[in-house]
Structure formats: C-alpha cells, structure tokens
C-alpha cells in the first residue's frame, strides 16, 4: 500500500471510529416502563457531550412520539471522570437539558449521581430542579406505581 492510500485507509478509520464512539456516548434502551427510555451516561461529561445527549433524546422522541419519560442514569459516572468538572457548568447543562426536554413534553428523571458529585454541588451552592432518585430501579419501581395508579382510576 502506498502512503496515500495508507493515509486514506487511516482517515476512514478515524472517521469509523468517532462515529462508534459518539453512537456509544448517548446510547437509548427502551426501558420495561411503558413511554420510558433510559440513557445510561458513563465516563467524562462535558459540554459537548451533553449537546450529543440532547440532540440524540430528542431525535429518538421524534421517531417516537409516545416516549413521555426518560431516566438519565449516571451511575457509570466515576469519581475521576468528575475530579476536573466545572460543577457550576455541570449544574447549569443539567438545568439546560431539563428546561430542553420539558418544552419538548418529556420528564426527565436522574438517577445515579455520585456522592462526591452531590457534595460539591451542595457545597458550591448551586440550585438546580431535578427529580431525582438514588438508583435505577427505585426510579422505576415509582414509575410502575405511578402507572399503576393511572390505570386503576
């Protein structure tokens, strides 16, 4: 192979790649709840990531229409992907991916947050509206309930 082909042959794999990588970053699972996805969210999160969350969610609502709920579970968020984040810039694009989704009709439901990451967002003061549950499956045991309810009257 000469060089340029080889050069060619590395670009497609880089592109290759960065497609798998941004695929696995806002991976969606429809959950056993009715009208419910979860987006498990691990690693580093950052700006960029959380415009990729948004416009994924909200593309994925589009296609189907009777999504009403997603969990955001962030469990697999370690305490080193969190030891260089900007927690006022961290609270602020959660608030922004609430505000999104709510205008959008879907309620958006956190699970998961590390203790390190609670303690520096209660230290730095910062005030964001979240309905939030401390694991997964309490989020969706409240969910059955509540769709328990609805069916029942």
């Known amino acids: 192979m000469d060089p340029q082909q080889e050069i060619t042959h590395l670009k497609e794999q880089l592109l290759y790649y960065e497609k798998l990588i941004k695929n696995m970053s806002a991976p969606i699972i429809p959950s056993v709840v ?11 999160i950052f700006s960029e990531r959380f415009d990729l969350i948004r416009t994924t969610v909200l593309t994925y609502a589009e ?31 959660l608030s922004q991916l609430n ?22 967002i209660v ?12 694991t997964f499956k309490t989020a969706l045991e409240r969910l059955l309930t509540e769709n328990k309810k609805l069916t029942t009257t």
């Open 99 to 120: 505000s999104t989704l709510n205008l959008m009709g879907l309620r958006a439901i956190y699970v998961g947050f590390n203790p390190l990451f609670v303690r520096e």
């Open 123 to 134: 230290r730095a003061g910062i005030q964001v509206e979240l309905e939030f549950y401390t």
């Open 63 to 93: 296609k189907h229409r009777d999504t009403e709920r997603v969990i955001f579970d962030f469990t697999g968020v370690t305490t080193d992907n969190l030891m260089e984040f900007d927690y006022d810039g961290l609270a602020s694009e």
């Open 34 to 44: 009715p009208k419910t996805i979860l987006v498990p969210i691990a690693g580093f």
